[in-house]
T-cell receptor
Framework: GAGVSQSPSNKVTEKGKDVELRCDPI?????LYWYRQSLGQGLEFLIY????????KSGLPSDRFSAERTGGSVSTLTIQRTQQEDSAVYLC?????????????????FGEGSRLTVL | GNSVTQMEGPVTLSEEAFLTINCTYT??????LFWYVQYPGEGLQLLLK?????DKGSNKGFEATYRKETTSFHLEKGSVQVSDSAVYFC???????????FGTGTRLQVTL
């Protein structure tokens, strides 16, 4: 389809295992965002890509979290040595260009998310 | 820092009832404000936005007015439908930030 695609949609893993979450943004969208949604929490910003570089990775909660983007398209979020507190829905979003106040933009296109459960 | 506070849900209404979902914010600078909606089984999508004080954003019968004096952006609809059942997120962006700050979301359930 033409929307943002995320995989897997559901992932159950054991504590201590590594997981990879994938995001396919809308074709031509240069900006890509990862957010995390935990129970009772808002959408927590993790990292932002412009092209293949990440100007803002301030939301990554620890060094167990990393992300990359290749070819200005697909992005992978990797969580190493997963912990129970990592259980959440991980959302990916893309936009045509980086959103910013000056342009009065702000429309992000979201995928349906990857639900991660760490046992 | 920036933050968004939304009323806790779930909000349960009968069809054709009036809806208000409260949203207040704290921001450094002068933000633009947004409402996003997440229907069951779908990704979040932009519902409406307002970029300056007293602006009213509207879409699909929903409205929200940017109130700088009360730092609020409450979402309203005069007559809800069952198809409006979803989770609603208030959000903002400020300054040179390249990311949206979201609230916790408010679940709306509309019954016949």
């Amino acid at each position: 389809g033409a929307g943002v695609s995320q995989s897997p949609s559901n992932k159950v893993t054991e504590k201590g295992k590594d997981v990879e979450l994938r995001c396919d943004p809308i074709s031509g969208h240069t900006a890509l965002y990862w957010y995390r949604q935990s129970l009772g929490q808002g959408l927590e910003f993790l990292i932002y890509f412009q092209g293949n570089s990440a100007p803002d990775k301030s939301g990554l909660p620890s060094d167990r979290f990393s992300a990359e983007r290749t070819g200005g398209s697909v992005s992978t979020l990797t969580i190493q040595r997963t912990q129970q507190e990592d259980s959440a829905v991980y959302l990916c979003a893309s936009s045509l260009a980086r959103i910013r106040l000056a342009d009065n933009t702000g429309e992000l296109f979201f995928g349906e998310g990857s639900r991660l459960t760490v046992l | 820092g920036n933050s968004v506070t939304q009323m806790e849900g779930p909000v349960t209404l009968s069809e054709e009832a009036f809806l208000t979902i409260n949203c207040t914010y704290t921001a450094t600078g002068y933000p633009s404000l947004f409402w996003y909606v997440q229907y069951p089984g779908e990704g979040l999508q932009l519902l409406l936005k307002a970029t300056k004080a007293d602006d009213k954003g509207s879409n699909k019968g929903f409205e929200a007015t940017y109130r700088k004096e009360t730092t609020s952006f409450h979402l309203e609809k005069g007559s809800v439908q069952v198809s409006d059942s979803a989770v609603y997120f208030c959000a903002l962006i400020t300054g040179t930030a390249s990311k949206l700050t979201f609230g916790t979301g408010t679940r709306l359930q509309v019954t016949l």
